[in-house]
């Protein structure tokens, strides 16, 4: 990996794709980079469908070796949906495929002459961009059919579907899996749109003819991911909870402890979570057929994924997620676990962030145009948006969108952003991260390894109150610095515990470049990238008072605990203190 | 079979013998919660080894304790009531997984909603605890909960026997209610339990 591919979208006669070095931006990927490259080459104040935006796609450090859980991939732009920074990342094939290639990134830039719908095809002998208007408002799933039968089966794709060529605010971007399904997404923040306003419908990949990355050190390097693999699998959660049940496996318990987010936020428990557990889809999966667990790239050993069949024995779709299962069912007061994946599927097919969705089709509900629990009409609203009708527009622009089109007091978004399935009353330091994140109302975003593994900012008394603010603003740094290495955030439990599986990581990033990598360097890292994307975003018209929950979060009480979000703003402001 | 728990005969008893891999289909029921007549008045770590005859592995295992909705972080001071709900789980992915874990790193992240004991002991008695079983603590301890025998809502056990499939009553090798072998047709139909709030369900595998 030595270079960027950018692809002009404005050239005089068609998309031009310049290879160029590096150059500064070496040592950097995944989120690292297309942050760094966003901070750098996008004027904050630009419009995101603009000429001036950047769509950055960059997979991560270790993407393309030997080296397991490797394979995630970073999309960032400034965001239609956030008006500040994005970096949205997906797991799928494309980063391995893309890494091997040799590409550090693939940057789409400039505006597009005309109307004309482009598909690129990259392989090891070069890029070839190609006009193909047949592919207008292809939903995925048909586009990567068409993509297999013109570049054949070993091929990955990075597409749009309909709602991303539409520019609409929850447009995701689909990587396809092991299977040659467009089933893992880039969803949030709506950077379907920004590859649709740059008028590139597909990049097809293939890799045939391209050796795996090798490490500078291959024997220290094959010895530090052994060491990893093995901290991974002896984990109970990642080497046991999340290959048995997947992230669904949350649903029972959040809902037992009044977290779960019930008909639009409005309570902590749906009478239903049973019958959407994980333990319940795992259940349904393995009797139909389909797979309870499965990785959504090679080289993931935890496996956390899965093939959700219908009735029939018949595929139809990826195991769905606890964010989407939740999105689409207990906060739309959905219990129907096939509907639940048939919308999955419409998702994925329209090219949808499942949770941006979900949350649109509750607030919707709110709003009285279906009933809560009314699995069918849910169905109908993610056909508007597939369709693009008046209707779907707004839908698919999203909750805040939806809100304001149609008077909805209760909109859970911050930055313009829907909030995943934990409720921030009941989980009072998810709120914190979710009111501060450059990114919008992210649950991923303050996730990874714990403060008392990297130290960062020094140690915190966990228990008092007030370390939420220290504990967000650690797990937001170490966040972004694991987003930089292009590992799946899921390594953070067992990193999280197991120091030496965390020694481990630092051991394969050291070896595979011939550098010396602390837990020091690691943090400097992750602040580094939050830095830029705060220093974006402030330059974008942000202010503190963007870093807030709804208010109704304060004043509503959420049952069953009746309680409300206590973080006061002045906490709040002191996140990003270092 | 014995029932290794006292439920008294106040209500039907249940028991399927099925194939092992039927067992798992019974897990249902355990998310939604069963109850156990039991003795209370004891703190969460009596309970669990007392009670549910849980060893040191298992406790171990068991890292998130939710007792009447409340993540507990200390099972020495958190009490067992009559008519207490308690949800076991083993670790959980995620933040919110690693906050709900007791004692962990994040607790404070849901201070709001954590277990506080109101008062310092209570006097043991006899009494119902409902009994929530989730994830991989389903096949260990949830199966000898099972196998022991645990108090079900008859709503519960309707839905549950109109939503078995063929292959599931194939893999019934005996259904005794009551100890005398009751025919699938009437256990179908919903007759039996009309008038019954509650019934005793057991299943071990053949
Ligand atoms: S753990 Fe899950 S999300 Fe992560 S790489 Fe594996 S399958 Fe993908």
Known sequence: MDKILRIDVGAESGPKATKVPVGEYAGLGGRALTSAIISKEVPPLCHPLGGENKLVIAPGLLSGSAGSMSGRISVGCKSPLTGGIKESNSGGQPSQVLARLGYNAIVLEGKPKSNDLYKVFINKDGVKITVDNSLKMLPNYDLVAKMKSEYGDKISCISIGPAGEMKMGAASIAFTDMELRPTRHAGRGGVGAVMGSKNIKVIVLDDTGMQIRAPKDPQKFQDANKRFVNGLKSHPVTGQGLPAYGTNVLTNILNEVGGYPTYNFKQGRFDGASKISGETQAETETKRGGLATHGCHRGCVIQCSGVYHDKDGHYLTKQPEYETVWAHGGNCGISDLDKIAMLDFLDDNYGIDTIEMGATIAVAMEAGLAKFGDADAAIQLVHEVGKGSHLGRILGNGAAMTGRAFGVERVPVVKGQAMPAYDPRAVQGIGVTYATSPMGADHTAGYAVAQNVLKVGGDVNALKPEGQVEISRNLQIATAAIDSTGMCLFIAFAVLDQPDTFQALLDMLSAFYGISMTGDGVTDLGKKVLKMERDFNKAAGFTPQHDRLPSYFKTEKFAPHNVTFGVTDEDLDKVFNW | ?206
């Open chain 2, 1 to 206: 079979m014995r029932l290794s728990r006292d439920h008294g005969a106040l209500y039907p008893h249940l028991a399927f013998t099925v194939d092992e891999t039927l067992v798992s289909c019974f897990y249902a029921l355990l998310q939604q919660g069963v109850m156990v007549r039991c003795r209370t008045g004891c703190s969460v770590a009596a309970f669990l080894k007392d009670e549910l005859k849980a060893g040191e592995e298992t406790i171990e295992k068991i890292q998130s304790i939710i007792l009447d909705g409340k993540p507990v972080d200390d099972l020495e001071a958190a009490w067992i009531k009559d008519g207490s709900t308690l949800a076991l789980s083993a670790a959980m992915p995620g933040l919110v997984g690693a906050t709900l874990r007791r004692g962990g790193a994040y607790s404070s992240f849901r201070s709001a909603i954590t277990y506080h004991e109101t008062k310092e002991a209570y006097e043991p008695e006899d009494g119902v605890v409902k009994i929530k079983i989730f994830n991989l603590l389903m096949s260990g301890l949830g199966r000898d909960l099972l196998k022991g025998g645990v108090m079900v809502p008859a709503g519960a056990i309707r839905n549950f026997l109109e939503e078995r499939s063929y292959d599931f009553w194939q893999g019934c090798r005996q259904i005794l209610l009551d100890s005398a072998p009751i025919a699938l047709g009437a256990l179908r139909d919903p007759a039996w339990l009309s008038g019954k709030d509650q019934i005793i369900l057991s299943v071990i595998a053949a």
